[in-house]
């Protein structure tokens, strides 16, 4: 339940509808429990005039009823004659009662139009909060966690605590001011009469205790196969593609039975659960029902109560019934949010590793890059990918980084965009550490295409547009001209209107790293561009053309291009080779060719592979 504390802020923020609903809660079961008061004073009428024939039919008034109340009959009684018939006055009293029904009704509605309204504020702020936070924390939390768990928690964890802002909290307080109404009145008709009435409560709250606790572990047991549910899904639908090319539906389906299956055997354990607490409820309300038609009948022959009393009470029982039956469902809700609470916590309190130094500051990039004794250990791996880097990049230069699998190229790239930081040694941009630069700023001035090309599921104008604000149909135009994408574009069914499927599915692996690059030369405007490995799915003729365009574009920029391929035709200012994350050798083309060392063997091998 302590979970449930991190959101009280919510309630604070939206107090005067709270605190509305509160008012309207209480309004609407002070005019609900006049009921079974006009209700006892027909019946007294009734049985007085049938145990009296030829009496003036005096209602009988109970002392102990509300002053409302009495009012109410007193104004039966002022509208008609006292010697008006048993009829007329029931039909009245029918009007009144359904007078009182329907401003018990309105202020029904006004306590949902507060707190139910209150509940979808918070579920958008809620929502708005956690999503802002996950864009917040770094690469390397979204590499130890599933997509799945996370579109999860922001949906259906949410949604449940929802339950507890909004129908929970509204039940509990009806809960509460009609318990309170009833027992006042109650006690106050007949002490020994409630006593009794109310004997099985007891027995209801340890019942309660005992189900809740019972459920509360089940729930986070769901809520995980649930998370675990998602992702199968999830993964599924994004590699659709590579299932169907190694016929692995059959055995995808598997997964996926399998986990559906622990879901829906653990949702019919809670549902079997919750299914004994609410015939439960039902015994115990009808057993108070009959203690008090049985003690009442005794109290009535003994001539200690009316009749109206008894039926009185009978009503109240009845009034009742929901709210006291409604605990376990409260409770339900309460504990399943605090279950999803807890998940959404876990997150909320993640802090990322990377961010913000409190004294970070802003700097125009002039295009200087210090790489100074610089390690990095990946932290959810273990596995040290850069070892001792130290280079030096002045404004303008042209380098490339070349090297086998796993020599640490990418992560260089990820070093340069500050996605980590250095577990050793030290990164400076003009001679500013990195770490004391804003991060936004920062990234906000470096051009980068990615090794992994990642489209949205927007328009081909909306992808290459997507890092610039005032991306314009002629920016837009000329970033896929030097990206040698346009001619092709222009033969799409709606040219750069035509929508692109999820992750670019609908394109060839050329098209959407040459749409990537687009992306990235539309930020003219950047001192510095990183290229990762962003060429591997193009052909010769079209990797020529893209060299050509980068050539022009990188007039005045520093460039770092990361390749597994060497690029012969381009006029590089130095080449660093990388070999287990260390410089192995350093140069220009011709120099690395002379050395006959691991560049040398490199191109000898990509030579022959090109003319074989």
Avoid at 100 to 114: D, K, N
Avoid at 201 to 214: D, G, K, Q
Avoid at 282 to 287: D, K, P, T, Y
Avoid at 424 to 448: C, F, K, N
């Amino acid at each position: 339940m302590k979970q449930l504390l991190s959101i009280n802020h919510f309630f604070w923020k939206y107090r005067w509808r709270l605190l509305l609903g509160i008012l309207f809660v209480v309004l609407t079961n002070y005019f609900r429990i006049l009921a079974p008061q006009l209700t006892g004073y027909v019946v007294n009428t009734v049985v007085h005039q049938a145990e009296a024939s030829g009496n003036t039919g005096k209602p009988v008034v109970n002392g102990a009823n509300d002053k409302n109340y009495d009012l109410l009959v007193q104004g039966i009684i002022t509208v008609f004659d006292r010697q008006a018939s048993l009829g007329k006055r029931i039909l009245f009293s029918g009007i009144t009662l359904l007078v009182v029904a329907l401003i018990s009704g309105f202020f029904m509605f006004l306590m949902r139009q507060t707190i139910i309204v209150m509940s979808r504020h918070i579920e958008y702020d809620q929502k708005n909060g956690i999503y802002r936070h996950y864009q917040r924390l770094d690469m390397g939390f979204y590499k130890v966690h599933q997509t799945g768990d996370l579109m999860n928690r922001i949906a259906e964890d949410v949604s449940r605590v929802r339950m507890y802002t909004g129908p929970a909290i509204m039940y509990f307080i009806n809960l509460a001011a009609v318990i309170g109404f009833s027992v006042f009145f109650m006690l106050k008709s007949d002490p020994v009469l409630t006593l009794i009435v109310l004997a099985p409560l007891p027995l209801l709250a340890i019942t309660i205790y005992y189900v809740n606790t019972i459920i509360n572990k089940k729930s986070e047991r769901i809520q995980g196969l649930l998370s675990d549910l998602t992702t199968n899904a999830q993964e599924s639908y994004s590699g659709i593609r590579v299932i169907k090319s190694f016929v692995q539906e059959k055995a995808m389906f598997g997964f996926f039975k399998q986990n559906s299956t622990a879901y829906r055997d653990n949702a019919l354990s809670l549902a079997k659960t919750e299914a004994i607490y609410f015939p439960s409820m039902a015994l115990l309300i009808g057993l108070s029902t009959l203690l008090t038609i049985m003690a009442g009948a005794f109290r009535v022959l003994d001539g200690s109560v009316s009749m109206g009393t008894i039926v009185e009470f009978v009503v109240y029982i009845q009034m009742l019934t929901f709210p006291v039956s409604a605990i376990g469902w409260t409770a339900s809700m309460i504990q399943r949010a605090a279950a999803s609470q807890k998940r959404i916590n876990e997150f909320l309190h993640t802090e990322p590793r990377v961010s913000n130094s409190t004294d970070a500051v802003s700097h125009t990039l002039l295009g200087g890059i210090d790489f100074r004794d610089v390690s990095f250990t990946y932290p959810h791996t273990g596995i040290t990918a850069i070892k001792d880097f130290s280079l030096q990049v002045r404004p303008g230069e042209r380098i490339a980084v070349v090297g086998r699998t796993g020599s640490g190229k990418s992560t260089l790239a990820q070093l340069l965009l500050r996605t980590y930081d250095p577990s050793s040694g030290m990164l400076l941009y003009d001679g500013v550490p990195a770490t004391s630069l804003r991060l936004e700023e920062l990234r906000g001035q470096i051009s980068y295409v990615p090794q992994d090309v990642f489209l949205f599921s927007d328009t081909v104008a909306g992808n290459i547009g997507f890092g610039v604000a005032d991306a314009n149909g002629e920016r837009v135009r000329q970033a896929a001209v030097q990206a040698s994408v346009h001619n092709e574009i222009e033969h799409f069914s709606a040219g750069y209107d035509t929508m692109i499927g999820e992750r670019g599915v609908t394109l060839s692996g050329g098209q959407k790293q040459r749409i990537s690059i687009a992306r990235a030369l539309i930020r003219k405007e950047s001192p510095i561009v990183i290229f990762d490995d962003c060429l591997s799915a193009v052909d010769a003729r079209t990797e020529n053309e893209i060299i050509n365009s980068l050539y022009r574009y990188l007039q005045d920029k520093t460039a770092v291009i990361i390749t597994h391929r060497i690029f012969s035709l381009f006029a590089f200012d130095r080449i660093i080779v990388l070999d287990e994350g260390r410089i192995a050798e350093q140069g220009t083309h011709e120099d690395l060719l002379h050395l006959n060392g691991l560049y040398a063997k490199m191109y000898e091998r990509q030579q022959e592979e090109t003319t074989g």
